[in-house]
């Protein structure tokens, strides 16, 4: 795996991992969706508080929980690179079969008037809540992202971003801005 995408790997393991203990388990996922349930204002109990709990319970058990190698039930950050570079960065068909449904739940998540388009305010609800960005870096990364600088990402630049974000090994690549700035090396 190119250096750009170990680096893309580790910072999305970083956001993921909730309770910061090195390791995303299924409880990382549980404190992600009332993150998320919260900054959205949904009821707990209402039907798009349980849409946003089970589309994490799904990504736990079909695309995280399979990168499990050791069978402990928690995925190292070893393990969570290891596991995009066999499923998805690997294979011409990854970006499409693993991570393409999990980008369009969220982008339907994110679409909170169903307008078909994310404006830089829906952006933002997800980028802070969801993946602990800060609004700085949720702002830059919405510019980087917005590719025909419309004011909203379309369906097409979310997964344009995000196959970039998950095969590209392109430095410049404008995916790469998708969860924020990445850290640079130290
Ligand atoms: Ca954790
Ligand atoms: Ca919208
Ligand atoms: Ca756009």
């Known amino acids: 795996m190119s250096d750009v995408l170990h680096r893309k790997m580790a910072h999305l393991f970083a956001l993921l991992d909730v309770d910061d203990d090195g390791t995303v388990d299924r409880m990382d996922y549980t404190a992600s969706a009332d993150r998320l349930v919260t900054a959205f204002g949904f009821a707990p109990g209402s039907a798009e508080s349980l849409r946003v709990r089970d589309r994490y319970a799904r990504l736990w058990d079909e695309v995280t929980l399979p990168m499990d190698v050791d069978g402990d039930e928690r995925v190292d950050v070893a393990e969570f690179a290891a596991g995009f570079d066999t499923f998805v960065t690997a294979r011409e068909e990854g970006y499409r079969e693993h991570v393409a449904p999990v980008a369009d739940a969220f982008y339907d998540l994110m679409d909170v008037d169903g ?18 960005m800060s609004e700085d870096a949720g702002r830059t990364a919405f ?7 419309n004011g909203w990402l379309s369906r097409e630049e979310l ?4 196959e970039q ?19 640079s090396v130290t």
């Open 159 to 162: 997964h344009l971003a995000n």
């Open 143 to 149: 510019d980087h992202l917005d590719l025909d600088s």
């Open 115 to 132: 307008d078909g388009r994310i404006t830089r305010t829906e952006y933002l609800r997800m980028a802070v809540s969801a993946f602990r």
């Open 165 to 183: 974000y998950f095969r590209s090994a392109d430095e410049q690549a404008p995916g790469n801005w998708l969860f924020g700035p990445l850290p």
